[in-house]
């Protein structure tokens, strides 16, 4: 008897599963369309970034071409000493210092663009910042900032790609001199907390208003005229390759403080 019952039951479950199993399907297939997809995006993704890698690469040459030309022109008008010459010297000059920043742009385009590959090895990170702030000293000087540095007496070690991490400094650094037009102080302070290094860049510029705080990492957001937009993003991108974080706190009218935090090496 219990045999008519299994059978019975397994009749009348039989459209139960087959529905589970059409259900189980569908989201099987549901979500190999969803992957499909998305690979399709990542790979359409790529292939742009080729395009505007190479696009890139293509204005520069011509545009190297251009501003070579505008300098051998400015060289020829600059015999003669009269208004006229003068004022297309003038024009010339204009012309010069926009096609220099388009380079800049494209510059800062294709670095931040391009494949961030690591050359790790283990650093003392006090050698480092030691080592960019004796470079960064006669800019400092020039913009009236000046530049201080609290360094700790032990090493602190960390795996970096230790040009990297100088370029990531630099760009927040430079960052710094151009929000003191007038001239201020910049201060550079490495820690060590637990088991991060803490490297910290404040300025004491106007700093920066609420609302625009979450845009500052932004592809070619700019508080400034003549900014690129791409130093901060180029950064944080850098500090991210190295499984590191920056971020920034700032005060109008007080200053700005960017912090980068980077994993140490342990003993």
């Known amino acids: ?103 800049e742009i494209l510059d800062d385009f294709l670095r931040f663009a391009g494949k961030v590959e690591l050359s790790l090895a283990v650093a003392d990170l006090r050698r480092l910042v030691s080592e960019l702030v004796d470079f960064f000293a006669p800019q400092a000087d020039a913009g009236r900032v000046v530049l201080r540095t609290i360094l700790p007496e032990s090493p602190i070690r960390c795996m970096v790609d230790a040009s990297l991490i100088k370029q990531a400094l630099l760009n927040l650094m430079l960052n710094a001199v151009q929000a003191m037009p007038d001239g201020g102080e910049l201060l550079i302070r490495l820690t060590a907390e637990c088991d991060s290094a803490v490297l910290e860049v404040t300025d004491t510029g106007k700093g920066i208003d609420a609302e625009d705080l979450n845009r500052v990492f932004q592809v070619y957001y700019s508080s400034r005229k003549d900014g690129t937009g791409l130093g901060l993003p180029a950064s944080r991108r850098i500090i991210r390759e190295h499984n590191g974080s920056l971020d920034v706190q700032s005060e109008p009218g007080k200053g700005t403080r960017f912090i980068i935090n980077l994993p140490v090496v342990k003993e």
């Not at 990542?42 to 696009?55: A, F, K, N, P, S």
């Open 1 to 103: 008897m219990s045999k008519w019952w299994l059978l019975v039951g397994a009749i009348l479950s039989g459209p139960i599963w087959v529905a589970a199993s059409v259900w189980a399907a569908r989201r099987i297939w549901c979500n190999a369309r969803q992957l499909a997809t998305k690979a399709k995006g990542q790979e359409h993704l790529v292939e742009l970034g080729q395009l505007t890698g190479g696009l890139a690469h293509e204005i520069k040459n011509p545009l190297s071409t251009i501003n070579l030309n505008l300098k051998l022109l400015a060289e020829g008008l600059a015999r003669y000493d009269d208004e006229p010459h003068r004022r297309l010297l003038r024009r010339l000059g204009s012309a010069q210092e926009e096609t220099d920043r388009v380079k």
